[in-house]
């Protein structure tokens, strides 16, 4: 089984590595030449728990890649997507794609696709170190959801989740875990990226505490979601479990890239909109981190 792996940050690393090991043959795209030259030359590290273990790696300029694989998994950021797939739907044969995306604002692309497609919720932690290694800093799970064709046009693929270390399971409720994770990111992110602080302070800070209830409190008006304890526990569980990491957002406006603000507050106040919800402070996170992204790049 070929698998192709859009994307050679900290998932993308983190995928290809357990890949390799449960036996695929497994190409890395990467948006630096420089990148898969190094990944040709070294493999693919992964530390965990001081252990560190190295698996071969095939790699290609994403660019120039060949896209002969039999599934195509793409670790990108969300706005990376659009320009992505309209080259490489030129270029490949692969009919069976897998997109890892954080946010929600891709899945009107998906559901417009024709080919089989399935969403992946990737609940790992993950720190990419250098262009060949990643620490799989937290161990979870990987939930996929079928949004085109089923189960069996992706049999050969969730094998690749037999592995104690890197677990995934099918979900029929796939839309529903997908709103659990933004809930997520979008109580986290935003606010650890504005006031530069790692995830804990969320919880130990007592006014970051109570401007993240508020910013909870308005995502349930505009998401409509009905288990409002379960949403907040969940939230301040990976906090906690979260609390000495930098959270991607901050990292990517602490490194002048591009954030993700909107394909997660983007596509919340996109809703809130649609109900004429009235959510101000969602408002000042989605604009403030705007701003800050400009100023820094």
């Known amino acids: 089984m070929k698998i192709g ?54 790699a290609e300029d994403w660019a120039e890649g060949m896209y002969r694989d039999d599934y195509l998994l793409f670790a990108v950021k969300q706005y990376h997507l659009p320009s992505i797939m309209d080259y490489i739907l030129g270029v490949t044969d692969c ?16 559901e417009n696709m024709k080919q089989p497609s399935a969403v992946g919720i990737v609940e790992h932690g993950a720190r990419k170190l250098n262009a060949t290694t990643v620490e799989h800093t937290g161990m979870g799970s990987t939930k996929i959801g079928i949004v085109q064709g089923n189960t069996g046009h992706f049999n050969s693929f969730l094998h690749c989740f037999h592995n104690e270390l890197f677990p995934g399971t099918i979900e029929n409720d796939w839309f529903a875990v997908m709103i659990n994770k933004l809930i997520i990111n979008a109580c986290i992110n935003p606010l650890t990226a504005l006031y530069g602080v790692r995830n804990g302070a969320l919880l130990t800070n007592p006014s970051l505490h109570q401007a993240m209830q508020i910013v909870f409190d308005e995502i349930l008006q ?66 403030s981190i705007k701003g800050l992204q400009k100023e820094q790049q």
Not at 10 to 16: E, N
Not at 95 to 110: D, K, P, T, Y
């Open 5 to 58: 792996i859009v994307g050679g940050g900290s998932i993308g690393l983190l995928c290809a590595y357990y890949f390799r090991k449960k036996g695929a043959e497994v190409t890395l795209y990467t948006r630096k030449p420089e990148q898969a030259e190094a990944l040709l030359k070294n493999g693919v590290t992964c530390l965990r728990n001081t252990k560190k273990d190295t698996v071969a790696m095939y």
């Open 95 to 110: 009919e069976r794609f897998v997109f890892l995306q954080n946010g929600m604002s891709h899945l009107s692309m998906l």
């Open 222 to 287: 505009a998401v409509k979601v009905k288990n409002r304890e379960e949403q907040w526990n969940r939230v301040c569980t990976v906090c906690r479990n979260t609390a000495h990491n930098h959270s991607s957002m901050l990292m990517d406006i602490k490194n002048g890239r591009q954030t993700e603000i909107d394909s997660i507050i983007g596509y919340i106040l996109q809703q809130a909109n649609k109900q004429h919800t009235y959510v101000p402070t969602l408002s000042f996170l989605y604009y």
